[in-house]
């Protein structure tokens, strides 16, 4: 099976496709790229302007709207890389808040809990451990696209 495939059978439910990889967008400017051969400067047909000439990239490719750079490419690498480091501590800080609250729960009521009680609690710890699976399905699967 192809990653893009797999990623995309995969999204957890809760927390839709924005926060995953953007493989389809990585995966066209890699299909570009690899499709392109390295340019160079072409000295037969040099011109002298006296107009501001056209932005390029480090390699002296003139660079517009459709061109795609290596550049770029990292670029985007680096954008979803930030995005799934920033919704993965995002959602591990919501989760050790939620166990805090749970351990805090239990040292004040230990003395006085009924069987209803624990029940509660267990449940609410077993909800955070699901949600901790969640989210480590979700980091390897982000992991494996880079």
Same mark, same amino acid.
């Not at 750079?69 to 995002?90: G, Y």
């Given at each position: 099976?192809?990653?893009?495939?797999? +990623? #995309?059978?995969?999204?957890?439910?809760?927390?839709? $496709?924005? $926060?995953?990889?953007?493989?389809?967008?990585?995966?066209?400017?890699?299909?570009?790229?690899?499709? #392109?051969? +390295?340019?160079?400067?072409?000295?037969?047909?040099?011109?002298?302007?006296?107009?501001? $000439?056209? $932005?390029?990239? @480090?390699?002296?490719?003139?660079?517009?709207?459709?061109?795609?750079?290596? !550049?770029?490419?990292?670029?985007?690498?680096?954008?979803?890389?930030?995005?799934?480091?920033?919704?993965?501590?995002?959602?591990? @800080?919501?989760?050790?808040?939620?166990?805090?609250?749970?351990?805090? =729960?239990? =040292?004040? !009521?230990?003395?006085?809990?009924?069987?209803?009680? @624990?029940?509660?609690?267990?449940?609410?710890?077993?909800?955070?451990?699901?949600?901790? +699976? @969640? +989210?480590?399905?979700?980091?390897?699967?982000?992991?494996?696209?880079?």
């Amino acid at each position: 099976m192809k990653y893009g495939q797999h +990623l #995309k059978e995969n999204i957890a439910a809760e927390y839709g $496709p924005q $926060p995953y990889l953007n493989y389809q967008h990585l995966d066209g400017i890699i299909r570009i790229l690899s499709g #392109k051969s +390295l340019s160079s400067a072409d000295m037969d047909s040099r011109q002298i302007s006296l107009t501001t $000439p056209a $932005p390029t990239n @480090t390699k002296g490719v003139v660079l517009d709207s459709t061109t795609i750079t290596e !550049e770029a490419f990292i670029s985007s690498i680096d954008s979803e890389l930030t995005k799934v480091e920033h919704f993965t501590l995002r959602k591990v @800080t919501e989760l050790r808040n939620i166990l805090h609250d749970i351990e805090k =729960k239990i =040292k004040e !009521e230990t003395s006085h809990m009924d069987e209803e009680s @624990t029940d509660g609690l267990q449940r609410l710890a077993d909800d955070v451990a699901i949600k901790f +699976l @969640t +989210l480590e399905k979700y980091v390897n699967i982000n992991f494996m696209g880079f």
